[in-house]
């Protein structure tokens, strides 16, 4: 088995495989890339290709809004912890100087872009100091964008397939149509 390691949002450099090769992107990681970056990350796979060659994409589909929010938004405060996180990363790794305390979490469903939006609030004014890159400074009530997580439906993932040079062969979902593994290949010139 041959293992190739680095950053899937650069160009791929994969070293050479005999036979079909299975490409995986799985856990709807996807979902973390406005379209125009996740068709870039796609095309960067749809051209290390042979046509023999199968891809496999998870995807976290669209469901009703009040699920999407109350999983991000959960009452035991884990999605809060997870993105309190970044910061304390960022204390961490960069010396910077977040007090997390001065900071909520926020989960919001952007309907027009099937996504959901994650923040940090400042609870105050306050100036952060990161190492090496200066001074940010925070008003009460703005805001850090986080993370995105874009949900999907069978047309949605197409549309990306399409514009990244794929083909979109199978649609597998869960029983309750919550995810889906969409597998395809490199584009036939058909869909």
Known sequence: ???AIGD???ELALP???GPTLFAFLGSTIGNFEDDAAVTILANISRQMRPDDRF???AD???DIATIEAAYNDDAGVTAEFNLNVLRVLNRELGADFNLDAFRHRAIYDRENHRIEMHLDSVTDQIVSIPRIGEIQLKEGESIRTELSCKYDRAAIGALFRRAGLCLDDW???GDGLFALAVGGASRGID
Do not use: P, Q, V
Request: glycine share 6%; aromatic share 6%; proline share 0%.
């Open 56 to 58: 496999l994409l998870g």
């Open 61 to 63: 589909l669209r469901k």
């Open 16 to 18: 050479e495989i005999e």
């Open 172 to 174: 597998i979902t869960d």
């Open 8 to 10: 899937f949002s650069r």
């Open 1 to 3: 088995m041959i293992t």
